[in-house]
């Protein structure tokens, strides 16, 4: 059976994994998948494997309808003929869904792929660097969707108040509004008008919810929240989750919290920030840094340190241009993009090792700085309680990570989720693309 078949078939699946950078001509992939029919001579290392898989295949039936012998075969056929070159230079990318980084996003929009040219439209803070955000805690991702669809009031899309407490027995009263701040500045203004359409008042907050969602004023499953008087809130605008894969590998992106000497990439980050010019005028830790780097001190610098620095420091200005500059200079040098510790396991900087009992209740876990502490505490913890001895472990903490990613041609959306999916045990729209293994 001719290997060629099965080059065929890898080279109609890599087509649609893998596409190319920004700036990187199309054409030249295309030669590339189709160049994959004539390489089986180069496969020196790889030939045995890939016959052995091929002779097992049921006689009879296309080789093109086996999954496992196309992805060998594609998968060989990247790393031999230097898929690198073609994809910025970073070993991994464009090896398909399912090889990546499971991720999620929150937004209060709804859309089918990510486009880096709209930055700036979710919340804005961008504070771990420019680009598109992602966490691997489905929770973090829900928490920003929230807060995003309540800040639509903000955009045009009005929100909907259920006074409870006006009337003073029980009834409510609806009115929808919006927010904005006006032209030629002044504070925050609200403006507010009754409902058309609704009743006057209600019997109770659940009526008049219920009457919303009829009316299609208000989602099923909305984001709602209680303001400060105990009035309900609704927003009219539906939250969305996304479901990513992300081809690529964490150890290819800048560690954030990590010291450069902690880092697979840490070096090149040292090269890179040497290349920027350091004004007299930048704020001091990132002085002191870029003097950690050119000693070689690199377990003195962070990978935050690193990013500014790349980015010039210019001054006490605005981080914007800065960090849109860095994530330029690092997405050409094939850095895809930051990893950082979410709000939850930011502790764990401080803190990564745990002394744990083996129920896993928090009242129960004790941290330290090193594992040196930690077995010193379950020692005397030992000593103290000899009937509890292997009742406890210690373990080293991971927590989980947001993700900050520097171009969007290797994101990969496997699932849309509505305001009642993913967390709540609602529906979710599959996009037709296999969800990685």
Do not use: C
């Not at 990247?78 to 991720?103: E, H, Q, Y």
């Amino acid at each position: 059976m001719p290997l060629g078949d099965a080059f065929g078939a890898a080279a109609e699946r890599t087509r649609h994994a893998v596409r190319p950078p920004a700036g990187r001509q199309e054409g030249g992939l295309t030669r590339f998948l189709d160049a994959l029919g004539s390489i089986p001579g180069q496969m020196v290392g790889n030939v045995k494997t890939m016959m052995d898989a091929a002779y097992a295949h049921p006689p009879g039936v296309s080789v093109k309808d086996n999954p496992q012998l196309t992805g060998l075969v594609a998968d060989t056929a990247l790393n031999m003929v230097g898929m690198p070159a073609l994809t910025g230079g970073v070993p991994g990318f464009g090896s398909g869904v399912g090889k990546g980084i499971r991720a999620y996003h929150g937004s209060p929009h709804d859309f089918d792929r990510f486009d880096m040219s709209k930055i700036g439209t979710g919340e804005g803070a961008q504070a771990y660097g420019h680009g598109l955000y992602f966490a691997e805690n489905p929770k973090v991702a829900q928490e920003y969707r929230d807060t995003l669809t309540r800040n639509s009031v903000w955009d045009y899309k009005p929100g909907f108040e259920i006074d409870n407490s006006t009337l003073g027995d029980g009834r409510v009263l609806v009115t929808s509004y919006q927010k904005y701040n006006p032209f030629g500045g002044g504070g925050t203004r609200r403006e507010a008008w009754p409902v058309k359409g609704l009743q006057d008042e209600y019997p109770s907050v659940e009526a008049a919810l219920a009457d919303l969602k009829r009316q299609g004023k208000v989602p099923e499953g909305a984001v709602t929240w209680t303001d400060e008087n105990g009035h309900l809130h609704a927003t009219s605008v539906p939250g969305r989750m996304y479901e990513v894969n992300i081809n690529a590998k964490p150890e290819q992106f800048l560690d954030w919290d990590k010291s450069l000497s902690q880092q697979p990439l840490g070096e090149t980050l040292a090269r890179l920030a040497e290349q920027t010019p350091v004004s007299p005028a930048a704020v001091y830790s990132l002085r002191d840094a870029r003097k950690a780097i050119d000693a070689g001190a690199l377990g003195k610098v962070s990978g935050s340190d690193a990013y500014n620095l790349i980015g010039g420091t210019t001054g006490r200005h605005s981080s914007g241009p800065r960090h849109q500059n860095a994530s330029d200079i690092l997405r050409d040098a094939g850095i895809p993009g930051i990893k950082y510790l979410d709000q939850g396991s930011r502790g764990i900087i401080e803190k990564p090792f745990a002394v744990q009992h083996k129920s896993r209740d928090p009242a129960k876990r004790s941290t330290f700085r090193t594992i040196e502490d930690a077995t010193r505490h379950m020692e005397g913890h030992n000593r103290a309680y000899p009937y509890q001895k292997g009742d406890y472990f210690i373990e080293q903490l991971e927590g989980t990570n947001n993700y900050v990613l520097f171009r969007d041609d290797i994101i990969d959306i496997l699932k849309k989720y509505g305001l009642a999916g993913l967390l709540g045990g609602g529906t979710a729209a599959d996009l037709g693309r296999a969800p990685p293994e």
